[in-house]
């Protein structure tokens, strides 16, 4: 059942009057979701939730906050919960205690965006099943399609606080993901995957995923080994998109300040990377299916600038951090026991013009990263270093040949200062925009 935000609103701050609580805010959301799973042609596994989560801070006459949360946001639900964070206000910190953030109560950007009614559960599972048929029928060596799936979800946001602000936001988002397994005599298998969301099942490119996903698995089939060496790389934008999500603290400014991130204070204003590259986070650029308006602590979300040129030019705030260094917050913040910061959407792009044009046609032996894979423990994010396997080919002028099996390793910093050329063309992904970046000098470690 949908949300009442004024409900919730009224009453939270009746409830907060009855207990003598003058300061508190309640950042939360709600969603249901459905998916399906299939096996060759039958349902495998069918998935419905509906949950709901409310961070609940109050501060105290001390000026000292406690936090707690529910999955009650009735009136019972409510009173307990401002009640216990009343009581754990007491023992909250004293240094650098959360507070409002001041653009709590500003203008938010007005969205549009489509969003579509929930189809039956029979439509998601045929719909699924046509896809998986489709794929295995691509190429007579994809044997199966192990891991997929179709869902559907509506998810509410808000925040709300007793010095007048109340915003909220409902999206639906539907989404498929496929991945293929490839079995040939004599052959190691071979796989890929692909995914593709939308905000309406009508809108969802199905076909899309399909051909990606044959696509990519399909070029993997005739693979050979790769020398161990030195080569110019090219990321795809996923694989580029994702080593920037795994040094984000490069950006954090919560990060920063506890001396976990690659960057410092004063890095701000440094060349950090080739002035090729230019990179902001744009949490409401059109292409953002995630696009939402404000963040966890209520502040306005925006695109900020993060590398000019390949200069360092912004860090991400929250509230809190921004305070403590006397800045605006951005609308990062994600709210829970401890606030933290996080990024929203890259926009990678090009900075410097160069009259350089590198070409896959026309390059010779460079290595096409599609995708990376271990970044959960390949990554030493506080060190800057990487070393990850990947799905790839050798390019030679134009002839693309399958990697059988190799790993990439470098330092990050080092990457972004060894890029020699940004594409123009830019895609769109899950995690951003980005376009395909050329990177010289990479270490390649063949099986």
Known sequence: MPLNIQTVSDSARQIATKLGIS????????????????????????????????????????????????TDYDEVGLELALKTAHEASFFGIKEHAPDFSPEATAPIAQIEVESGEA??????????????????????AIESVPYNGLSQSSIEQFYINSAGALRSEARTYTSIYLYAKTEQEGKKPRSAGAFERSHTFE????????????????????????????????????????????????????????????????????????????????????????????DGEGTPTRRVNLIDKGVLSSFIHSAGTAKRLNVQPTGHANMGAKITVSPHFYHVSGGEKTDENYHLDTAENVILIDSLQALHSGVQSLQGSFSLPFD???????????????????????????????????????????????????SVTGE
Not at 120 to 131: C, D, F, G, N, W
Not at 406 to 428: H, K, M, Q
Request: proline share 3%; aromatic share 6%; net charge negative.
């Open 119 to 140: 189809v039956a559960v029979p439509q998601l599972i045929e719909s699924l099943v046509a896809a998986e048929q489709k794929l295995l029928g691509a190429h007579e």
């Open 203 to 294: 809108k969802l490119d199905i076909q899309k995923c399909i051909d990606e996903v044959a696509e990519k698995t399909i070029s993997h089939l005739d693979y050979k080994k790769v020398a161990t060496g030195k080569y110019t790389i090219v990321f795809s934008p996923k694989a580029f998109l994702s080593l920037m999500g795994a040094f984000s603290n490069l950006f954090n400014a919560q990060s920063i300040l506890d001396n976990q991130s690659l960057s410092k204070l004063e890095s701000l204003g440094t060349q950090i990377a080739s002035p090729l590259l230019s990179v902001a986070d744009d949490a409401l650029h059109p292409s953002n299916i995630g696009i939402g308006a404000f």
């Open 23 to 70: 300061k508190f805010d309640l950042s939360g959301s709600t969603s249901d979701e459905t998916s399906v799973e299939v096996d060759k042609g039958e349902l495998k596994q069918i998935e419905a939730a509906n949950s709901a989560g409310i961070t609940v801070r109050v501060w105290n006459n001390e000026h000292t906050v406690g936090i707690t949360s529910t």
């Open 392 to 442: 790839g080919w050798l390019v030679n002028k134009g002839v693309k040949t399958s990697i059988e099996a190799a790993t990439v390793a470098g330092d990050f910093r080092e990457l972004l200062n060894s890029i020699v050329y940004v594409e123009p063309e830019e895609e769109v992904r899950s995690g951003g925009i980005c376009p395909h970046i050329w990177v010289e000098g990479l």
